[in-house]
């Protein structure tokens, strides 16, 4: 029997304002208003739902994050909440003590800024767990830090040269000191780690969709999908543990282009043959840099006190105008990691080359994360139709940009992070995510920051850069209506025809004295296609 939902109360949505009800059938919206209550009238198996002890409004989307390392990091050693190198040492020999059968200890997310320049020696894991192999990635997940074991197994030594998209860094006596920067050093390790059972990343990755459910998100971008993730994405919905919807991209190498566009086209393929109702693979990810934190994040003029250093682009231009034109031939959606203002318009150009090649067409290309944008090339984005997708939750002046990123960048150019007023004054389409485990993946704390620019002691008290704070009611339709827009997905308002995937605040945002105290509002309840999903962790 078709089910059909009333829901009056406290209804409110940032696009079309308070609403007096909505009629949900077959897990969709189908009328509003008096429209609805007009329609439910005679229906006698309704269902109907007052809300009153919260605010009921479209679910939120993350246009951008990394759920199975965010699952897998409740996996390993509880590196993320350790305040130093001697805690982190301490808390990978209790995790490698309590699994004494473990082949490799692997965890995630040291914080960079913890030694200088985020530096960190093998010798400190050494001194923890000296007989096994240890990796774990930082905050970042561009960088890894290893001990000795993990470095003889890699078969890395002082005479390894720097690989192709990687950096090797050494002590002074030429010695590997156990930092490794980017995909190219990093996958050194990685090629031979001891991977995951499959089991454990299914459960992972259901850990991670309760997570994003307990959060108010029904609709996650997987920003970086390789063949294995594939299988257990394909595995968790076979066994019908996806609770909320994933769209995936899957990740385009440059070291492997073009043999990898057959089998993203068999993993589009198989996952619309399996019929999922959360699951899509719409999207290839590229990345055009790295980051600003390890100085790989690709700029127009030099790097701080470093002349000639511009960082690295991952993709040589002309390869990745031709890779971005052959995915959007094939009638997948390009994605961009772009953090530099040379990476912004080496992607942009690439998106053009596309346009030129494949002719017009509904594409919504997005590029990630635009922390700096040279002026020229912020109009470009609307000419192109691009979507920026913002991390919120990064610009404000916290320890990571005082420690790491402005002393790179200098202080003028630091302040031109971020601009996300600049960009919505020019209509260009944004949406927001959060980059997890990267960085929070709760929407309410990066929407305090948008509307801010404010770290969680309200500094600074005027907010940095406060001429790019967002509005309320802005922030809200990035991580509504923004992520539904990239998600092309009739979804993010309450409409008649979106979907029926809302979530309960326990306060009216509008009541707030603040925005900045947007993060004290708890979510409530999610529901996905009309149906509350469970909030728990697995």
């Not at 934190?293 to 000639?308: I, K, R, S, W």
């Amino acid at each position: 029997m078709t089910e059909v939902l009333l829901f009056t109360g406290n209804l409110w949505c940032p696009t079309e304002g308070e609403v007096d009800a909505l009629l949900v059938r077959d897990g969709r919206i189908v009328a509003t208003g008096a429209e609805a209550r007009r329609r439910a009238g005679g229906i006698p198996q309704l269902r109907e739902h007052e809300i009153t002890d919260g605010w009921l409004i479209p679910a939120f989307g993350d246009g951008h994050a990394h759920p199975m390392f965010g699952g897998l990091e409740a996996e390993g050693p509880q590196v993320r909440r350790q305040g130093s190198v001697e805690e982190i040492a301490a808390e990978v020999a209790r995790w490698a003590d309590e699994h004494p059968d473990a082949p490799w200890i692997l965890g995630a997310s040291y914080d960079s800024s913890l030694v200088p320049e985020g530096l960190f020696d093998a010798r400190w894991l050494d001194a923890a767990v000296p007989d096994r192999p240890v990796a774990l990635r930082a905050w970042d997940y561009h960088t890894m830090w290893v001990n000795t074991r993990a470095l003889e197994l890699a078969g890395i030594t002082a005479e390894t040269p720097d690989p192709p998209l990687g950096e090797i860094p050494h002590r002074p006596d030429g010695s590997v000191l156990g930092t490794l920067r980017e995909w190219g050093a990093v996958d050194l390790v990685t090629a031979v780690a001891e991977p995951w059972p499959l089991e454990t990343r299914i459960r992972s990755l259901e850990r991670a969709a309760h997570s994003y459910a307990a959060l108010g998100v029904t609709w996650v971008q997987d920003a970086w999908v390789e063949p294995d993730t594939v299988e257990v994405y394909l595995a968790a919905a076979q066994q019908d543990r996806l609770p909320i919807r994933f769209n995936l991209a899957l990740y385009a190498d440059p070291r492997h282009w073009p043999d990898q566009l057959d089998g993203f086209l068999d993993a589009q393929r198989r996952v619309q043959e399996l019929g999922h109702p959360h699951l899509t693979a719409n999207t290839v990810k590229f990345f055009a840099d790295g980051v600003v934190e390890n100085a790989t994040g690709a700029l127009l003029e030099h790097y701080c006190g470093c002349p000639g250093e511009r960082g690295m682009l991952v993709w040589e231009p002309e390869l990745l105008a031709k890779a971005v034109t052959d995915v959007d031939a094939a009638g997948f959606q390009p994605h961009i990691h772009t953090i530099g203002d040379r990476a912004v318009r080496v992607a942009l150009d690439a998106l053009e080359a596309a346009e030129r090649a494949n002719g017009p067409r509904d594409r919504r290309a997005v590029l990630a994360h635009v922390q700096l944008i040279d002026e020229t090339d912020r109009d470009r984005f609307a000419a192109l139709g691009a979507i920026a997708n913002a991390e919120p939750l990064w610009s404000q002046l916290d320890a990571l940009m005082n420690v790491l990123t402005v002393p790179r960048l200098g202080q003028a150019r630091a302040d031109t992070q971020y601009p996300w007023a600049s960009l919505s004054a020019r209509g260009i389409p944004m949406s927001f995510g959060s980059d997890w485990p990267v960085s929070s993946a709760d929407p309410l704390q990066g929407m305090a920051v948008a509307c801010s620019r404010q770290t969680d002691e309200r500094e600074p008290g005027g907010g940095w850069t406060p001429h790019e704070r967002l509005p309320m009611d802005q922030a809200f339709r990035c991580y509504t209506s923004g992520t539904a827009y990239q998600a092309f997905r009739d979804a993010g308002r309450l409409t008649p025809g979106a979907d029926a995937d809302f979530a309960v605040l326990s306060a009216d945002p509008r009541s707030l004295d603040s925005p900045r105290d947007l993060d004290t509002i708890r979510v409530l309840q999610t529901w996905v296609a009309g149906s509350p999903v469970p909030v728990r962790t697995t």
